[in-house]
């Protein structure tokens, strides 16, 4: 009864040896070009301020980050404004006691600022700021904003800057200025963090400072989201502003701690007590792609997201990007490649080898071409894009970037596409793959044989009676005990299995097109098959998009067996 299983086995590893590719075989994607600075000049809100009103001795970056006096008195932007143009709102707290602490049922004033793409002659003038940087094209008193005439509406970017930050602080402005240089309107609140809770959480040194302070920072991080959303509200709803932004097209741009801000205003709960519960801050459906720099996903000892990061679990499947410094401390990779791996949607995590914590010069063009490019394909479902960031894996020049987590899902299908859903039986050792809606969901209800689950994995293909790319053959052998599926575009492959008498075949499953050499052209996805080599007694094919999904099944000891279709995005 053995001899079966091992003719079975003899096969396909015979496949396998024909199909395998050396790995010197690059994909014409993996290292991509810079993005630098934006076709678009910019222009931005007012920040007018009367500088005499720092005393001697402070600096109005203070000011700027709420930094309060040694005795405690607050310090805000407020009151440095000069001009009533600056948007000044006052946010509701909601009388939560477990999220806001000491500031439940409260307000807090918080500032806002705006940059946004211009044309080349707009007639603002810069607003010099005392750390040397400036305001480009910058409104003041009643000026409106002057929206580039390239398009109607822009897509809108919220930009939460780190814990101690403001928009205008540091390098914060020009990464600002540069996101508006590719057509977003960036809108940034002044957090001003230490109004609320002037701690940090950055080792086990300061746990007990915060266990004695824990409600404050519970606070502070709650409150920003809050900030966050009543900006979108205010830009959304505003004269100048309301008429030239794309309400469905919100993005979110996260450093440090902003990074944890936009998750949370996409739905993951927030750490809450010492014993590591989580409750939800809010959940708003307006924002689409989170991205972020350094992100602050807590600490080893002390997540963001609830015990073991759970919390994620809550959020809206909006796509995240993650990029982290290995060398950072404040904000630890493991820590937030802990929550990136709990996420189902789109999501990639980029390592920075050697970055510590703050803006890493030598890495701009990757921290920017990442994000950008993220944007591109989530944000503005530019299919191309997305195909791109399926297949990056490096930005050329600048640090040294690599992916750690990532997944592209496919862009929903129109026309004569079809999506091609991954399904695993735990019992039967078993995956499989449908392009038909109709038989996935007799797998979800478990119709004909239970115990079929989503793996959250997928691919776009054609359809099998499209016009485009080549029929892809599926059989199925059942003999002896043991069950496989086997799916191939290679006419040799099927015409060896149309031999075999141990094999069936079940239908044409779709359409893809066959890669040249381990390439797939411009515009497409790539997708790899790797081969279990028989463990568990029954042979397995797994076909996957994910670069750290192939990586694990490799470790498993699953064979890489190469690029097997090249598909839509």
Same mark, same amino acid.
């Given at each position: 009864?053995?001899?079966?299983?091992?003719?079975?086995?003899?096969?396909?590893?015979?496949?396998?040896?024909?199909?395998?590719?050396?790995?010197?075989?690059?994909?014409?994607?993996?290292?991509?070009?810079?993005?630098?600075?934006?076709?678009?000049?910019?222009?931005?809100?007012?920040?007018?301020?009367?500088?005499?009103?720092?005393?001697?001795?402070?600096?109005?970056?203070?000011?700027?980050?709420?930094?309060?006096?040694?005795?405690?008195?607050?310090?805000?932007?407020? #009151?440095?404004?000069?001009?009533?143009?600056?948007?000044?709102?006052?946010?509701?707290?909601?009388?939560?006691?477990?999220?806001?602490?000491?500031?439940?049922?409260?307000?807090?004033?918080?500032?806002?600022?705006?940059?946004?793409? #211009?044309?080349?002659?707009?007639?603002?003038?810069?607003?010099?700021?005392?750390?040397?940087?400036?305001?480009?094209?910058?409104?003041?008193?009643?000026?409106?904003?002057?929206?580039?005439?390239?398009?109607?509406?822009?897509?809108?970017?919220?930009?939460?800057?780190?814990?101690?930050?403001?928009?205008?602080?540091?390098?914060?402005?020009?990464?600002?200025?540069?996101?508006?240089?590719?057509?977003?309107?960036?809108?940034?609140?002044?957090?001003?963090?230490?109004?609320?809770?002037?701690?940090?959480?950055?080792?086990?040194?300061?746990?007990?400072?915060?266990?004695?302070?824990?409600?404050?920072?519970?606070?502070?991080?709650?409150?920003?989201?809050?900030?966050?959303?009543?900006?979108?509200?205010?830009?959304?709803?505003?004269?100048?502003?309301?008429?030239?932004?794309?309400?469905?097209?919100?993005?979110?741009?996260?450093?440090?701690?902003?990074?944890?801000?936009?998750?949370?205003?996409?739905?993951?709960?927030?750490?809450?007590?010492?014993?590591?519960?989580?409750?939800?801050?809010?959940?708003?459906?307006?924002?689409?792609?989170?991205?972020?720099?350094?992100?602050?996903?807590?600490?080893?000892?002390?997540?963001?997201?609830?015990?073991?990061?759970?919390?994620?679990?809550?959020?809206?499947?909006?796509?995240?990007?993650?990029?982290?410094?290995?060398?950072?401390?404040?904000?630890?990779?493991?820590?937030?490649?802990?929550?990136?791996?709990?996420?189902?949607?789109?999501r990639i995590l980029v390592a920075l080898e050697g970055v510590e914590h703050g803006f890493d010069d030598a890495s701009r063009d990757d921290i920017f071409t990442w994000t950008l490019r993220f944007l591109l394909a989530h944000l503005q479902d530019d299919r191309s894009a997305r195909a791109t960031l399926q297949r990056m894996e490096r930005v050329a020049g600048g640090g040294d970037d690599r992916r750690v987590v990532d997944y592209t899902a496919p862009a929903p299908a129109s026309g004569g596409e079809r999506i091609v859903v991954e399904f695993q039986n735990d019992e039967l050792a078993h995956f499989f793959y449908t392009a038909d809606a109709e038989e996935a969901a007799m797998l979800d209800a478990g119709v004909i044989v239970p115990g079929w689950r989503r793996t959250g994995f997928a691919f776009k293909a054609w359809d099998?009676?499209?016009?485009?790319?080549?029929?892809?053959?599926?059989?199925? #052998?059942?003999?002896?005990?043991?069950?496989?599926?086997?799916?191939?575009?290679?006419?040799?492959?099927?015409?060896?299995?149309?031999?075999?008498?141990?094999?069936?075949?079940?239908?044409?499953?779709?359409?893809? #097109?066959?890669?040249?050499?381990?390439?797939?052209?411009?515009?497409?996805?790539?997708?790899?098959?790797?081969?279990?080599?028989?463990?568990?007694?029954?042979?397995?094919?797994?076909?996957?998009?994910?670069?750290?999904?192939?990586?694990?099944?490799?470790?498993?000891?699953?064979?890489?067996?190469?690029?097997?279709?090249?598909?839509?995005?």
């Open positions: 009864m053995t001899r079966l299983p091992l003719r079975i086995a003899a096969l396909l590893a015979s496949l396998a040896l024909a199909l395998a590719v050396p790995a010197s075989r690059a994909d014409s994607l993996a290292t991509v070009p810079p993005l630098q600075g934006g076709p678009y000049a910019v222009g931005c809100s007012s920040v007018e301020q009367d500088f005499s009103r720092v005393p001697p001795g402070e600096n109005a970056e203070w000011w700027w980050e709420g930094v309060p006096t040694e005795d405690g008195t607050p310090r805000y932007l407020t #009151t440095l404004l000069s001009t009533s143009a600056t948007p000044v709102l006052t946010i509701p707290v909601p009388d939560d006691s477990v999220l806001y602490g000491p500031h439940a049922g409260t307000s807090v004033p918080v500032v806002i600022f705006v940059c946004y793409p #211009t044309d080349a002659d707009n007639p603002y003038a810069d607003y010099a700021l005392p750390t040397g940087k400036s305001v480009p094209h910058m409104q003041r008193g009643g000026d409106p904003p002057l929206f580039a005439s390239a398009r109607a509406r822009w897509p809108v970017l919220l930009y939460s800057h780190g814990y101690g930050g403001s928009p205008i602080s540091g390098d914060y402005v020009s990464a600002l200025v540069l996101l508006a240089s590719h057509g977003y309107a960036v809108v940034a609140p002044f957090h001003g963090d230490q109004r609320i809770a002037n701690l940090r959480l950055e080792d086990a040194s300061d746990l007990l400072n915060a266990i004695a302070n824990f409600s404050k920072f519970t606070a502070m991080q709650a409150v920003r989201p809050l900030a966050l959303a009543a900006a979108l509200d205010h830009v959304l709803g505003s004269p100048g502003w309301k008429d030239r932004l794309d309400a469905t097209q919100v993005a979110g741009f996260g450093a440090s701690q902003g990074g944890e801000s936009l998750m949370l205003m996409a739905g993951a709960k927030l750490t809450v007590s010492v014993g590591l519960s989580s409750k939800q801050v809010m959940s708003d459906p307006r924002l689409k792609v989170v991205t972020s720099y350094v992100p602050y996903f807590g600490q080893p000892f002390f997540p963001a997201f609830g015990r073991d990061q759970g919390g994620v679990d809550d959020m809206r499947p909006v796509p995240v990007l993650a990029i982290s410094g290995t060398a950072d401390t404040t904000a630890p990779i493991g820590t937030t490649e802990q929550a990136m791996r709990r996420l189902a949607q789109s099998r009676d499209d016009a485009s790319g080549d029929a892809s053959c599926r059989y199925f #052998t059942s003999r002896s005990g043991v069950y496989s599926h086997f799916y191939s575009i290679w006419a040799p492959e099927c015409a060896i299995l149309a031999a075999d008498p141990l094999w069936r075949f079940e239908a044409q499953a779709f359409r893809a #097109t066959r890669p040249s050499a381990e390439d797939c052209p411009a515009g497409h996805m790539r997708v790899t098959r790797v081969y279990n080599l028989m463990d568990g007694g029954a042979p397995n094919h797994r076909f996957l998009t994910s670069a750290s999904e192939i990586a694990h099944m490799a470790d498993e000891d699953w064979l890489v067996e190469g690029s097997v279709f090249c598909t839509p995005p």
